[in-house]
């Protein structure tokens, strides 16, 4: 897996969050709520779908970097957008920005899951697997 492959991984995280909640008002979430009797068999399909993407994405990122790597790269994303409030580079006093500052701290953390197996093989050589004897 090269750069490439990392990036698009990361779209797709991305566009997942994305899709589930945006504070453009095109979103899932917006779509879905409230929950009516128009369209509803698409909408709970659409929502299964979603559901599907978040346990293939948080699964493989739960089981790559676990609980303590999730918690750091969470801690390094919190900081990083810190040090661009602190250097006047964002402001937070919207909540629209606040949104996609959120959105993408949880596609990088969702993003950087699916990627980590890749990217400790790429440096160390070994292998993350969870079929043994296979």
């Given amino acids: 897996?090269?750069?490439?492959?990392?990036?698009?991984?990361l779209v797709f995280a991305f566009i997942l969050v994305?899709?589930?909640?945006n504070p453009t008002g095109y979103s899932l979430l917006h779509w879905v709520w409230p929950l009516g009797g128009e369209q509803l068999p698409l909408k709970i399909l659409c929502c299964?779908?979603?559901?599907?993407?978040?346990l293939f994405y948080v699964t493989a990122t739960i089981k790559s970097l676990g609980v303590l790597g999730i918690?750091?790269?969470?801690?390094?994303?919190?900081?990083?957008?810190?040090l661009?409030?602190?250097q006047g580079w964002l402001n937070l006093q919207s909540s629209t920005?606040?949104?996609w500052v959120l959105i993408i701290i949880i596609s990088?953390?969702?993003g950087l899951g699916i990627s980590?197996?890749?990217?400790?093989?790429?440096?160390?050589?070994?292998?993350?697997?969870?079929?043994?004897?296979?």
């Fill in 18 to 21: 994305a899709i589930t909640y």
């Fill in 116 to 134: 980590w197996s890749h990217i400790k093989k790429r440096i160390t050589g070994q292998f993350d697997t969870d079929d043994v004897g296979e």
């Fill in 1 to 9: 897996m090269g750069v490439s492959g990392l990036l698009l991984r």
């Fill in 84 to 86: 661009f409030v602190d």
């Fill in 108 to 110: 990088i953390v969702l």
């Fill in 71 to 82: 918690v750091v790269v969470f801690a390094v994303c919190g900081t990083l957008a810190w």
């Fill in 48 to 54: 299964i779908l979603v559901f599907g993407g978040y």
């Fill in 97 to 99: 920005v606040l949104s």
